[in-house]
């Protein structure tokens, strides 16, 4: 069956540390993979895209990587401020490179000052 | 960047209503929506793909008639849940995506729906 897996447990750290948050996903081929932020209560809020011919993608202090092979993504956060503590949701195109995009479960990231 | 607008906010409805949510791209047209549901601490769940000026294709386990989809302009989706009842209680939430394959969505604020 299709998954996409993301760690369930919250992830906690301490300010100025880089968080690293893992998405995993299996019976996919996806064209392209996103990352979004979602505070509570909100809608998802863009991020990063990275293609699948793309190894790594970065964006102020946001790093993410593809791994086809693995079939996993890694999204960082260098620097991380207590403003970084939000969900973090993963997300695929369902079809090859088609507009439906479907999320993973996300990891709550809280930033300790 | 690009604006999706969704209303209500919030809503509580009783048991066996009709409820209408609106999803709004601002500054952009789309021809296609997506309506998600997300139940507290899971993941989002792509119920439906909203097409302007045809019918909407339904994912798999929704239930067409309960949930009516009307995507009559470029900048319009609406959401309708027919007869709620409280097992309906979610948080809704609309997207578009801004212009050809392979790019971001934007995502409305959302709807938290309470049926009493």
């Known amino acids: 069956s299709q998954k996409i897996e993301q760690n369930s447990e919250a992830l906690n750290i301490q300010e100025g540390k880089t968080a690293t948050l893992t998405c995993n996903y299996t019976?996919?081929?996806?064209?392209?993979l996103q990352w979004y932020r979602q505070d509570p209560g909100r809608g998802p809020v863009f991020l990063l895209l990275?293609?699948?011919?793309?190894k790594e993608k970065r964006k102020e202090r946001l790093k993410v990587t593809f791994d086809t092979t693995l079939k996993q993504s890694l999204f960082h956060i260098t620097a991380s401020q207590p403003a970084d503590s939000a969900t973090y949701l993963c997300?695929?195109?369902?079809?090859?490179?088609?507009?439906?995009?479907?999320f993973g479960a996300g990891t709550r990231l809280f930033v300790k000052a | 960047g690009a604006v999706v607008s969704q209303h209500p906010s919030w809503v509580i409805c009783k048991s066996g209503t009709s409820v209408k949510i609106e999803c709004r791209s601002l500054?952009?047209?789309?021809?296609?929506m997506f309506w998600y549901r997300q139940f507290p601490k899971q993941s989002l769940m792509l119920m439906a793909t909203?097409?302007?000026?045809?019918?909407?294709?339904?994912e798999q386990g929704v239930e067409k008639d309960k949930f009516l989809i009307n995507h009559a302009s470029l900048t319009l989706s609406t959401l309708t849940v027919t007869s709620a009842h409280p097992e309906d209680s979610s948080f809704y939430i609309c997207?578009?995506?801004?212009?050809?394959?392979?790019?971001?969505?934007?995502f409305g604020q959302g709807t938290r729906l309470t049926v009493v």
């Open positions: 500054d952009f047209q789309a021809t296609t």
């Open positions: 990275i293609r699948e011919n793309e």
């Open positions: 997207s578009a995506p801004t212009g050809g394959v392979n790019t971001e969505a934007f």
């Open positions: 909203s097409n302007e000026g045809s019918k909407a294709t339904y």
């Open positions: 019976n996919y081929s996806p064209a392209y």
């Open positions: 997300a695929l195109d369902k079809g090859r490179g088609g507009f439906k995009t479907i």
